[in-house]
């Protein structure tokens, strides 16, 4: 099946820093990519819609400047979150629709961030 | 009201047991997803529905469009599928709002 990495899987900084983390979809290509989001036992939360060579859509109450999503290539999506603070310690989650056609999307491992 | 609901939110069974796990929605959909998620976090794609029934292996979904209610069914359950079970329904523009999942442990 379609495989969709992300980059770092794990990661802590200090507030006021910036974390950039990647995801890729390694043997497809994806117009689509999704951001979610999900707290300690929640449910996951839709942050943002990404088109590859446009701007994201982001979801009501999501800072579009503070999440920076970049779409550059059909096969890599971006989030920065930038600034970060305690509360946006959370786990980060990709997801990458195949080009095409409309079908399942595939979900990245996720990416762990603790912010001091 | 959340637009997906997960029932039940927690199930404890035996290795062996017919599992059931149900969601309902209240929102019109294009599709509805079953999807797994594991202790370390990673999400698996089960299945994606927009009638009818699939079957992969131990694992049948069904879903029911005019009551807006899926069903997830394991059969013979084993220990490896403990995990955290959840219904997404997919809206306009690819949108996934998530249920908040059922989370099943089955016992050797």
């Known amino acids: 099946g379609a495989v969709v990495s992300q980059h770092p899987s794990r990661v802590i900084c200090k507030s006021g820093t910036s974390v950039k983390i990647e995801c890729r979809s390694l043997?497809?290509?994806?117009?689509?990519m999704f951001w979610y989001r999900q707290f300690p036992k929640q449910s996951l939360m839709l942050m943002a819609t990404s088109n590859e060579g446009s701007k994201a859509t982001y979801e009501q109450g999501v800072e579009k400047d503070k999440f920076l999503i970049n779409h550059a290539s059909l096969t890599l999506s971006t989030l920065t979150v930038t600034s970060a603070h305690p509360e946006d310690s959370s786990f980060y989650i990709c997801s990458a629709r195949l080009a095409a056609r409309q079908e399942t999307q595939y979900f990245g491992p996720g990416t762990r961030l603790l912010v001091l | 009201k959340n637009e997906v609901e997960q029932s039940p939110q927690n199930l404890t069974a035996q290795e062996g047991e017919f599992i059931t796990i149900n969601c309902s929605y209240s929102v019109g959909i294009s599709a509805l997803h079953w999807l797994q998620q594991h202790p370390g976090g990673g999400i698996v794609s089960l299945f994606m529905?927009?009638?009818g029934k699939k079957k992969h292996g131990r694992l049948i979904a069904t879903i029911n469009i005019q009551e807006k209610h899926s069903s997830l069914h394991i059969t013979a359950s084993h220990p490896r599928d403990s995990a955290v079970y959840i219904c997404a329904v997919e809206t306009s523009g690819s949108r996934l709002t998530f249920g908040e999942g059922t989370q099943l442990t089955v016992n050797p």
């Open positions: 043997d497809f290509q994806a117009t689509t």
């Open positions: 529905l927009s009638s």
